[in-house]
């Protein structure tokens, strides 16, 4: 496996440890009830994101082309939940400190791993 490749598998398992620290099992204070429709549709958004990050870490040794291609969605399917979030949009409660810092934490690695993906349909 290159080095780009094994890059990748590192960014996408750094990814899914700030998706789940962003979770009410690590540190996501906000109850259920106060997330809106639009917070609704964000964690469809987000889960799906996730999904697309496990299938591209389980195929990159096979079949490199296709895991940079479903990498590289990811970061497009992140990007309106996060804002949402900024917005006030997610829940009825503000987002804590160290959801914030986490959420951007999570963009910032979906761009490394968009920058990745596409040195990897280049190869």
């Known amino acids: 496996m290159s080095r780009t490749a094994i890059a990748l ?16 099992a690590a540190l996501e204070p906000r109850p259920f009830s106060t997330i809106s429709l ?4 964000s964690l469809v958004l987000i889960f799906a994101t ?3 990050d ?24 992140l990007v309106g939940p996060v804002i949402g979030d900024q917005l006030g949009l997610f829940a009825s409660l503000p987002a804590p400190a160290q959801i914030v810092a986490l959420e951007f934490a999570a963009l910032l690695t979906q761009v490394a791993i968009l920058v990745v993906a596409i040195r990897l349909r280049r190869q």
């Open 9 to 24: 598998r590192v960014l996408i398992g750094l990814h899914l440890v700030w998706t789940f620290l962003l979770t009410p």
């Open 38 to 41: 639009i917070g609704w549709v």
């Open 50 to 52: 996730v999904g697309l």
């Open 54 to 77: 496990i299938a591209a870490f389980l195929i990159v040794g096979r079949n490199v082309r296709r895991a940079a291609l479903l990498a590289a969605i990811g970061p497009f399917l």
